[in-house]
C-alpha cells in the first residue's frame, strides 16, 4: 500500500506539473508475459491490439494513453493450445507510477482414456477373521510410461469409461498395466500414441478375463 499511494502521489505531482504547463502525463499500457511457448497470442486495450511473439517476456501497447484514462486488458486471442489470462489488467492510468499488468500462459490439457469391461470382484473369498465367505472387490493399476497411475475397482463398477493420462499436446503416451488384478487376466489396446490436439484419446480398450 505503501508504494501504491507513494506512486499515485508522484503520478498526481507529475500530472499537475505538466497540466500547468498545458500538457498531460502520458502512460504506457504495459506488462510481463509468462509461459508463452508458442506464437499466437493477442492482447486488446480498447480498440488497440497488439501481437505478442513467443517467448516474449513483456509486451506494450505504441499508443500511450492520458492521465486518467481508464484501462482494460483483455486477451483477443488465444495462442493454439494454450490458454492464457491477465491480471493487473484493468484500471485508471496514474493511479501506480506505471502500468504493469500479468499474462501468464499454460498449455491445454489432454486425456488419455478409453472404456474397460471384465473387471469383477473375486468371489466367493474368506477373509482374515471373517466367518462367512463374501465376494471381494478386485484392481488393476494402470501407467503411463513411468510416471502417471491410475486403478480402476470393481467397487465401482465392473466395466465403463477411465482416463489413465493428462498430457499437452504433442507428448508422446504409453499405457500399460502396472498390477494385474486378482484371478484375472487384463489386456489392454491402442496403449502407444502421442497427443494431438484439440482431441483427446479415448479409443483404449481394457478387457478382463478369468484367468486359466
Known sequence: MK????????ALTLASLLSACG?????????????LTVDGLQ???????ID????????????????????DITITRNPDYFTCGVSGGTGSAGYT????AAVSCTPNSYTVGGTYSGLVSVAKELLPGATAETDVANKVTLINGSGSQV????????????????????????ISI???????TCSLTNPNGVIRAPNSVTNLTLTCVPST
Open 3 to 10: 508504494f501504491s499511494y507513494a506512486g499515485a502521489l508522484v
Open 23 to 35: 500538457g498531460k502525463a502520458q502512460y504506457t499500457v504495459q506488462g510481463s508475459v509468462s509461459g
Open 43 to 49: 492482447l486488446s486495450n480498447g480498440g488497440n491490439t
Open 52 to 71: 505478442v511473439p513467443k517467448g516474449a517476456s513483456s509486451f506494450a501497447f505504441p499508443q500511450q494513453i492520458d492521465y486518467g484514462t481508464e484501462y
Open 97 to 100: 507510477v506505471s502500468i504493469g
Open 151 to 174: 486403478e480402476l475397482s470393481s467397487a465401482t463398477a465392473t466395466s465403463g469409461t477411465f482416463t489413465a493420462a493428462s498430457l499437452t499436446n504433442g507428448e508422446v503416451y504409453s
Open 178 to 184: 502396472l498390477k494385474q488384478p486378482n484371478k484375472l
